[in-house]
């Protein structure tokens, strides 16, 4: 079964950065997305890139955050920046997108418990 490793997240401040990263083993030519659960919200769809290095983004975070990838690592990315108290919440990483890949991520925590990114106003 493909396993994911996150780091990064923590608390800043309104305008500051952080960087979340996601690795997959066994070596795997993956998609990635991100998404994002905040307390009494749904999870959302944050950004995702393709094997082939497509990227899409939410509304919500187009211009902020930057989505990439190191295929030699078999790691992705998540810039954040100009970040906002919205951006609050706990970001998961996936191998790919989809409803049952909603499910698995953000209700059943299938590739880990996340990673949580605080913004203080």
């Known amino acids: 079964a493909v396993q994911l490793v996150q780091s990064g997240g923590g608390s800043v401040q309104a305008g500051g950065s952080l960087q979340l990263s996601c690795t997959v083993s066994p070596d795997d030519d993956s998609d990635f997305a991100w998404y994002r659960q905040a307390p009494g919200s749904e999870c959302e769809l944050v950004s995702s890139i393709s094997r082939d290095g497509v990227t899409s983004y939410a509304d919500s975070v187009k211009g902020r955050f930057t989505i990439s990838q190191d295929s030699a690592k078999n790691t992705a990315y998540l810039q954040m920046d100009s970040l906002k108290p919205e951006d609050t919440a706990v970001y998961y990483c996936?191998?790919?997108?989809?409803?049952?890949?909603?499910?698995?991520?953000?209700?059943?925590?299938?590739w880990g418990q996340g990673t949580q990114v605080s913004v203080s106003s």
């Open positions: 996936a191998p790919g997108w989809g409803p049952k890949i909603v499910t698995l991520a953000c209700v059943l925590n299938y």
